[in-house]
């Protein structure tokens, strides 16, 4: 009995003491982790923003007079040139006025004549000859009135466009003021955005943009920065932005959301993956792999970042080139512990 009891003792014993020797035999054991260099690439700065198209011209027709649409010559839709004639009110009694007019002006020109030669014969005094020269010029100003008369009857496209829903029909009584409907100019395109007042200095008329639009996933747009506002917006501290962007095929619609990038002068910069940080409230650190007593331990340093691409984050200030930062693993890892670092993954270019 004495001896199973001796026995059950010391299995105890060689337990508690392979127990007790686990913590410091894993204490020793180095972590698996993965690392890359860090390197020295060519990027470039990169600004990203929401803007709204709008287009290069745009007019709502309508009318400057009480009248009645006697003819509507455009379909939803459609478009047009400029001087292309949509709306033609009644002007029946405008008509009648212009063939009076004419009538007049050449009455008054043969009046005209007939004072010169008289004039010339001394028949008539030079008097009688101003008074016709002053009534043919009140007959011409008379028919030019008319003919304004009649063309504020016909409203027309004032530039080549597309027309938007047709809003009135034949018969409607127009009053000044009331839309017809609207054109817009899409050759091209008017693309605002904002952008941030620090980021003032990395824009400027002339440079691209590249913009895409949820509805047409599989197409980008490109354009270029025609104007930045004159002032910077003091409740957002942003400055507005507009660029131009082509749109041959109409596929840009006023009013569209449209993401925005704009990529600035290319420069060489250190890069290491995003999956390498470590944040820490607004600080960014990384773990590096280091030497120390022969051994490969890990390191913990703080880095300043800047522009983000790709998978890729540039790095300002804390690391030099080719050093090894871990991006597998660095969560699991502490100052000066033991590492062992496998073969790294694949980098992206």
Same mark, same amino acid.
């Given at each position: ?122 028949? /008539?005094? $030079?008097? @009688?000859? *101003?008074?016709? &020269? !002053? %009534?043919?010029? =009140? ?87 025609? /104007?930045? $506002?004159? @002032?910077? *917006?003091?409740? &957002? !501290? %942003?400055?507005? =932005? ?108």
């Amino acid at each position: 009995m004495m001896k199973l009891i001796r026995t059950a003792q010391w299995i105890a014993s060689c337990a508690l003491a392979c127990t007790l020797s686990l913590p410091a035999m894993a204490q020793q054991a180095p972590m698996q982790v993965s690392a890359e260099p860090v390197r020295e690439i060519r990027i470039a700065s990169r600004i990203e923003a929401l803007g709204t198209l709008h287009a290069n011209e745009t007019a709502v027709l309508a009318a400057t007079l009480t009248e009645t649409i006697s003819q509507i010559n455009f379909t939803d839709g459609q478009r047009v040139k400029a001087g292309d004639v949509l709306v033609a009110l009644s002007n029946r009694e405008q008509l009648a006025q212009l063939d009076e007019a004419r009538t007049d002006l050449v009455d008054a020109e043969r009046q005209l004549e007939r004072a010169r030669q008289l004039v010339a014969s001394r028949y /008539v005094s $030079d008097q @009688e000859l *101003d008074d016709r &020269t !002053r %009534a043919h010029k =009140v007959a011409i100003a008379r028919l030019r009135a008319v003919e304004a008369r009649l063309a504020d009857r016909l409203i027309r496209a004032p530039f080549d466009s597309v027309v938007g829903l047709r809003e009135v029909s034949v018969g409607t009584l127009l009053t000044p003021g009331m839309p017809v409907a609207t054109l817009h100019d899409d050759s091209v395109m008017k693309l605002d955005f904002t952008v941030p007042e620090l980021r003032l200095a990395q824009i400027q008329p002339g440079q691209r943009v590249i913009a895409s639009s949820r509805a047409y996933p599989e197409e980008i747009f490109e354009g270029k920065i025609s /104007v930045l $506002d004159n @002032e910077v *917006d003091p409740v &957002t !501290r %942003a400055i507005r =932005v507009r660029a131009l962007i082509p749109n041959p095929d109409g596929l840009l619609r006023p009013g569209m959301l449209m993401s925005v990038m704009i990529e600035g002068d290319q420069r060489q910069a250190l890069v290491i993956p995003e999956g390498a940080l470590l944040p820490l409230g607004k600080q960014q650190f990384v773990m590096l792999v280091t030497e120390r007593d022969g051994e490969t331990v890990a390191g913990r340093v703080e880095v300043v970042l800047g522009e983000r691409t790709a998978g890729l984050v540039e790095v300002l200030e804390g690391l030099s080139k080719d050093q090894q930062v871990i991006t597998h693993g660095n969560f699991r890892v502490s100052p000066g512990q033991l590492i062992q670092v496998q073969q790294p993954e694949e980098v992206l270019p």
